[in-house]
C-alpha cells in the first residue's frame, strides 16, 4: 500500500516552454500532498504544499507564478514549471501523506527529472 | 544552526559490519521520527517511523529516538551491497500539518 506515481519520469524541454508532472496516490486518498525540488548529491527543498480543493501554500524564495499547482481530487496533484529555463532543471519529487493511516509520514514518488536546454 | 543536522558522509564500510547513522536536531517540540532511504535518482523511501522516544526494530534495521539528547539513530544490522544508498533523516512536530524538517542525508557505501 502507500504508492505514489509521477509522470512523465523525465522530460527534456527547450527553454520558455511549459512543464507539467503529475502525482498521484495510487491506492490511497491524500488530501495533503508536497513538492520537493532537490539538486545533485543535496537533500529535499520543499517548495509547496498542496491542499486538495485549495490553494497552495509556497515556501519563502519559491515563485507561485512560476510554479503553478493545482490539487483539483484526493489523488492527483499537478506541478507546471512556467516559461522553464536552463536553472529550473532539477529532480522534483512530490510526496503525499496517507492521513488514515493516522502518521506523519510521507510516501513519496519516484521523482521526475526535468532538464531545460 | 540547522534544525536537523546530519553527517553527509560518506561512509564506507564492509559487507556484513554493523552501521550506525544519526541525526541531531535542536527543536524539542519534534515528535515525529522518520529514516527514509533514497538510492541515485529515485523517490525516497520510508523506512522506519518513529514517534516519541525509544526504540523499533524491523528486519535488520533498528531505529533509536533519545528525545533528552535530542539524537536518532538508525542502525543496520549485517549490511549488504544493496543497502548503498542516501540514508535521511525527517522530523516533525504535532503542529506542522505534516510537514517534515529533513536532514542533509547520509551516504553510505557498503563494500563487498
Known amino acids: 500500500g502507500a504508492v505514489v506515481s509521477q509522470h512523465p519520469s523525465w522530460v527534456i524541454c527547450k527553454s520558455g516552454t511549459s512543464v507539467k508532472i503529475e502525482c498521484r496516490s495510487l491506492?490511497?486518498?491524500?488530501?495533503?500532498m508536497f513538492w520537493y525540488r532537490q539538486f545533485p548529491k543535496q537533500s529535499l527543498m520543499l517548495m509547496a504544499t498542496s491542499n486538495e480543493g485549495s490553494k497552495a501554500t509556497y515556501e519563502q524564495g519559491v515563485e507561485k507564478d512560476k510554479f503553478l499547482i493545482n490539487h483539483a481530487s484526493l489523488t492527483l496533484s499537478t506541478l507546471t514549471v512556467t516559461s522553464a529555463h536552463p536553472e529550473d532543471s532539477s529532480f522534483y519529487i512530490c510526496?503525499?501523506?496517507?492521513?488514515?493511516?493516522?502518521?506523519?509520514?510521507?510516501?513519496f514518488g519516484p521523482g521526475t527529472r526535468l532538464t531545460v536546454l | 544552526q540547522k534544525e536537523v543536522e546530519q553527517d553527509p558522509g560518506p561512509l564506507s564500510v564492509p559487507e556484513g559490519a554493523i552501521v550506525s547513522l544519526n541525526c541531531t536536531y535542536s527543536n524539542s517540540a519534534f515528535q515525529y521520527f522518520m529514516w527514509y532511504r533514497q538510492y541515485s535518482r529515485k523517490g525516497p523511501e520510508l523506512l522506519m517511523y518513529?514517534?516519541s522516544s525509544g526504540n523499533k526494530e524491523d528486519g535488520r534495521f533498528t531505529a533509536q529516538v533519545d528525545k533528552s539528547s535530542k539524537y536518532i539513530s538508525l542502525f543496520i544490522r549485517d549490511s549488504q551491497p544493496s543497502d548503498s544508498a542516501t540514508y535521511l533523516c525527517?522530523?516533525?512536530?504535532?503542529?506542522?500539518?505534516?510537514?517534515?524538517?529533513w536532514g542533509a542525508g547520509t551516504k553510505l557505501i557498503i563494500k563487498p
Open positions: 525527517a522530523m516533525s512536530d504535532v503542529d506542522s500539518n505534516y510537514q517534515l524538517i
Open positions: 518513529t514517534y
Open positions: 491506492d490511497f486518498q491524500a488530501t495533503t
Open positions: 510526496s503525499a501523506v496517507n492521513q488514515l493511516a493516522g502518521t506523519d509520514s510521507q510516501y
